[in-house]
């Protein structure tokens, strides 16, 4: 038998004997564990899908050519297939289009439909293929007829040879189910048509979205994508399949690396309930620790056995977090699909696949919050001479030590620091950082925050006669606030994330809310149910909208997908009528904005969004050269504008600028203005008799505003389930610190009880104690939680989504969970009293230990 | 066995200890008496290596004690002494078997002896009991198997009956002494009373100005 064995009974008698604090830090460590790495399997999952998914569209094609705009003419075609360097150039149309029964408002609720040349793609993408019935074969290239991917068919509610109807343009479409597809992925829903028939009854004669090509073998890949890119000039992007990766990473990255970020907030309040747990057990275990120095155990040996403890405590939270994260993982792919509630991976469904290289990264993390938890008390443990700890009553000098400011200054001023300092890679790590210095720096300074207030408060009441309940409650939160505000720590942590989580959501939906009002300023939005990039009404079926009776102005805007950059999504190209006087009159402006007066004549003026700002470096006063029609143009950025719905950018110009630059005086949406007096109902019943009233898509400004803010809500049900369980964690760890100090003061209430106090007031007296530190920690988690908040509005936020917003507080709903949380905390501290004085008074006072 | 050194200690500018000087040999089992606060609980620390003295030496078996750094200090310790404190200080959560073998747990010997001890300290069948189920004079008994189960050369003990009744306490001094004798140590008693003063072999009175040796009043 060896000095194992002691660590080992050490380890084991300690848990027996308080199974109730170290279940609390396993749950805590698990919680956070399970948190983070069913998130991280759900985003992966669902990443890897939609980039599988997107490969699978493009099957072995080595290069993919798009125009800047969504759609280029189909010249290009030949001219590329005649290139030597060239296999295969396969054609592609590409169109997201409205079915008819289905909400077209949602942009998860359009089918994805694949114009494909059969003979082309059997050489390129072969998945794509349709399986015609039995001696069907020309069914691939009829002009009626569309093949479906399973997802697609239960989605539709169709079979083989039923029928299918769509929006094309103004009139409806009706096609037939040809068949299946070769070969679609799990949950994708897709359509696939022959690429002529496409361009005819979808009204795209002469377009594509794509032209895929397979190269010669040998080809220098790299040399071919330079010289075509330099032959096809401004108006082409050449890209390869990493390219299209990337765009794709780029498109969600922030999304989830916010949400990670969220999940281990949630461990990172484990830390500080491991903190708390093995701190108040380095005070509980001071004698014993003096005795194994007493009896021959080394400094290093006991540093070892309390770093041991918090080895097996965070290997088995984290082992524990992996299994429950897994299942969670597994069980939101069931009920939430894989987006979490936000809209970056539409169509696919994922499958959880156990990630080996995940699970270690996840179980390092864990394993090392707690013992960073462990470590400072431990050190204490092992640093504590043994002849002072020996007698009884020097318990508090072990925490007292760890009251220093100064550890706690240097956090802030470090955090500080950080929100000075610009985002790495498009991301907000030094916001992240300074949100976790600023909790780590206020929860340290709070032992020192708490003897100061209840010095002042003891100070203040000195000339009243108060009671002896009070008077022990003051003194021992005055002159033993390290222990007091150890309890504190896990609730402290979880109700300042929360406070500063309530706030950032709140002061987002307020934002949105009111930059909807600004946005969507008319009574009605009409729209073609999409068909493509190309405008839907034509000037007559315009002066047709504009004629209907009791309709007191009609605004009528042009909208266009642009690539400006082959990495990054597509921006957003918006034409319409701005007041040129006062562009706040149309747009949600910033204050970063150039007078109308001040710009010279024949200037065309730009408008562009706070993500441009960002990702493409545009600034007020700048000449930006921009593509509109075939070729670029000189416009000047004059102002900035709050965009919530594009985070990839979005820039608006004069409508009468576009129509001449580019010829196209088609539009997309119509504003509507309805005359006092005339009703909604009456106005969409005058349009749906109009010649093309079938086909338009008529959405009250009321039920888009409610919709935004419902598909808001939704992308921040996850975080809303993060914060409770961050409170949850909180609570639980002031059960188990008050647990923990309550049953390790059994003797003074032995005393007190000797000296004449009843039961009910020791009761009183950690109620009253209970209650007030957390009244204290949760003002002071509120003044960390609204510092925390202003990092995630002011710093996060823009950093992350290129967006910025106005602050609000939701201050009743504040105080409701503030009020919950001291109550509960309040009955935790008398439940735990109540085990303590339910003992023999006799025996707690004889009691050495 | 135990030299002291011109030993000198104070605290918070107190002198406790002034020129101390005494040689202890080998075997011998010596009380040291003397008023509170006279520092005797601080000589006993001195002597362990708990504390260091502002001047002077402390040798065990020729070994400067006091100049030897924490973990030598405490290598020493583990081997070759043992303790007895008034508050017992047993670990609550380790059986009463467990509790005996620490020692030899920590010098990475066997604890074949554990169950032979519990037997001299008359705890047979105790061995898996947990402290809260033993009594003050057992829990007592469990304290001095523990500071014998190694065989150390030199045993402390510091008020060892201080919280027991007479009977038991008469019956844990005789118990102390013939384990202390039986193993071949060398043991210090610290204590206020005569009674156990007694039951050793030489007195000491430790006053402000030094060790004296006293007649025991009572020998059982």
């Given amino acids: 038998m060896t000095s194992a064995s002691l660590s080992r009974w050490l380890l084991v008698g300690e848990w027996r004997a308080h199974v109730a604090q170290v279940l609390v830090a396993l749950i805590a460590i698990a919680i956070g564990v399970a948190m983070a790495y069913s998130i991280h399997l759900i985003n992966t999952a669902a990443f890897n899908e939609f980039s599988a998914a997107s490969k699978h569209l493009s099957g072995q094609a080595d290069m993919q050519v798009r125009g800047r705009k969504a759609y280029f003419d189909e010249s290009l075609y030949p001219w590329l297939a005649n290139q030597k360097d060239v296999a295969v150039a396969n054609p592609m149309l590409e169109l997201d289009v409205a079915v008819v029964g289905k909400q077209s408002i949602r942009s998860d609720q359009k089918l994805k439909i694949l114009g494909i040349d059969m003979f082309r793609a059997a050489q390129i993408s072969p998945d794509l293929l349709g399986l015609p019935a039995q001696g069907k074969t020309l069914d691939r290239l009829a002009s009626d007829t569309i093949f479906l991917s399973p997802a697609a068919m239960e989605w539709l509610q169709v079979q083989q040879d039923d029928e299918l109807q769509v929006y094309a343009g103004l009139h409806t479409l009706t096609l037939r189910v040809a068949g299946g597809l070769v070969r679609a992925r799990a949950g994708q829903r897709l359509a696939v048509m022959d690429i002529g028939a496409m361009q005819w009854r979808f009204e795209q004669l002469g377009l594509l979205s794509r032209i895929e090509l397979k190269l010669q073998p040998g080809v220098n890949h790299h040399a071919f994508k330079a010289r075509l890119a330099e032959e096809l000039g401004s108006s082409y992007w050449v890209t390869e399949a990493a390219d299209q990766e990337l765009r794709v990473e780029n498109m969600s990255r922030a999304y989830r690396i916010n949400l990670n970020m969220l999940a281990l907030v949630a461990l990172f309040t484990g830390a500080f309930l491991v903190f708390s747990a093995q701190a108040l057990s380095v005070i509980r275990r001071r004698q014993q620790f003096a005795l194994l120095r007493v009896l021959g155990v080394t400094r290093v040996q006991l540093l070892r056995q309390m770093i041991t403890e918090g080895i097996f405590l965070g290997a088995l939270g984290s082992l524990l977090g992996l299994s429950l994260g897994y299942l969670i993982a597994v069980m939101a792919i069931q009920f939430l699909d894989g987006n979490l509630g936000s809209s970056f991976f539409p169509g696919v469904k994922p499958g959880i696949f156990f990630d080996p290289i995940a699970a270690m990264l996840f179980f390092g993390i864990g394993l090392c919050v707690t013992l960073i938890g462990s470590i400072v008390p431990a050190m204490e443990a092992a640093r504590t001479r043994p002849a002072l700890a020996l007698r009884a009553g020097s318990e508090h000098a072990v925490i007292e030590k760890l009251a220093s400011p100064w550890p706690a200054l240097i956090c802030l001023g470090g955090a500080l620091l950080f929100t000075q300092l610009p985002p790495i890679l498009e991301l907000p790590v030094f916001g992240y950082l300074a949100i976790m210095l600023l909790l780590i720096g206020g929860i340290a300074l709070m032992p020192r925050f708490t003897a100061g207030f209840f010095s002042f408060l003891t100070a203040r009441l000195h000339r009243y006669q108060i009671g002896a309940v009070s008077a022990l409650v003051l003194a021992r939160l005055t002159n033993a606030p390290s222990q007091a505000a150890m309890a504190l720590g896990g609730i402290l942590a979880s109700f300042s994330l929360m406070v500063a989580m309530a706030i950032m959501v709140m002061s987002f939906r307020v934002s949105i809310d009111h930059w909807l009002g600004q946005v969507l300023p008319a009574d009605l939005y009409v729209r073609v149910a999409t068909t493509g990039d190309q405008g839907g009404f034509q000037v007559t079926q315009q002066q047709d909208i504009a004629g209907l009776a009791g309709i007191e102005r009609v605004d009528l805007f042009r909208t266009q997908q642009l690539i400006l950059d082959a990495s990054r999504p597509e921006i957003t190209l918006f034409a319409r009528p701005i007041d040129g006087n006062d562009p706040r009159n149309t747009l949600p402006l910033t204050d970063d904005v150039i007078a109308s007066g001040s710009l010279p004549e024949g200037v065309m003026p730009m408008w562009v969004s706070e993500a441009m700002v960002d990702l493409y470096g545009y600034r007020v006063g700048e000449r930006v050269q921009f593509p509109v029609g075939a070729s670029f143009h000189e416009f000047v950025v004059v102002g900035i504008w709050r965009d919530y719905g594009r985070q990839f950018g979005a820039v608006q110009i004069q409508l009468a600028d576009y129509q001449r630059l580019s010829g196209d005086l088609s539009i997309n949406t119509a504003a509507i203005w309805l005359r006092h007096g005339m009703t909604v109902d009456t106005a969409i019943e005058d349009m749906r008799r109009l010649d093309f009233g079938s086909a338009l898509e008529i959405s009250r400004s009321s039920d888009m505003r409610a919709l935004s803010l419902k598909i808001f809500d939704r992308s921040f049900a996850v975080t809303y389930v993060l914060e409770t369980v961050a409170v949850i964690i909180g609570l639980l760890g002031v059960g188990a610190s008050f647990s923990a100090q309550t049953l390790a003061r059994a003797k003074e209430f032995g005393m007190l009880r000797h000296v004449g106090m009843t039961r009910r007031q020791i009761l009183a007296m950690l109620a009253a104690e209970g209650g007030l530190l957390t009244a204290l920690g949760t003002t002071l988690g509120f003044v960390l939680g609204w510092s925390i908040s202003l990092i995630l509005i002011f710093i996060v936020n823009p950093q992350s989504f290129h967006w910025t917003m106005q602050l609000y507080v939701p201050w009743s709903w504040l105080l409701a969970v503030a009020l919950l949380m001291l109550i509960s905390a309040a009955l935790t501290a008398l439940m735990a009293g109540r085990q303590a004085v339910s003992g023999q008074v006799i025996r707690a006072v004889k009691e050495d230990w | ?220």
């Fill in chain 2, 1 to 220: 066995m135990l030299e002291l050194i011109n030993v000198n200690k104070a605290y918070a500018g107190r002198q406790v200890l002034a020129n101390l000087s005494h040689m202890l040999r080998s075997g011998e089992y010596v009380a040291i008496m003397g008023e509170s606060g006279v520092g005797k609980s601080t000589l006993l620390n001195l002597i362990a290596g708990l504390d260091a003295p502002d001047s002077g030496d402390i040798r065990v078996n020729g070994v400067a004690i006091s100049q030897l750094n924490d973990d030598a200090a405490t290598r020493l310790r583990r081997e070759q002494f043992g303790f007895v404190f008034q508050a017992f200080h047993v670990l609550p959560h380790l059986t009463v078997h467990q509790n005996i073998a620490l020692p030899l747990l920590l010098n990475d010997r066997s604890t074949d002896r554990v169950e032979q001890m519990l037997a001299n300290v008359g705890l047979q069948g105790r061995g898996e009991h947990f402290p809260r189920e033993l009594s003050g004079g057992e829990l007592q008994r469990v304290a001095i198997a523990r500071a014998l189960i190694h065989r150390p050369a030199l045993v402390l003990a510091d008020e060892p009956t201080g919280n027991l009744d007479p009977d038991t306490a008469h019956d844990i001094l005789q118990l102390m002494r013939s384990e202390i004798k039986a193993n071949g140590a060398t043991g210090i008693l610290v204590t206020h009373s005569h009674v156990a003063a007694g039951t050793a072999d030489i007195v000491l009175n430790l006053t402000k100005n030094g060790l004296f040796q006293a007649q025991p009043e009572h020998r059982r």
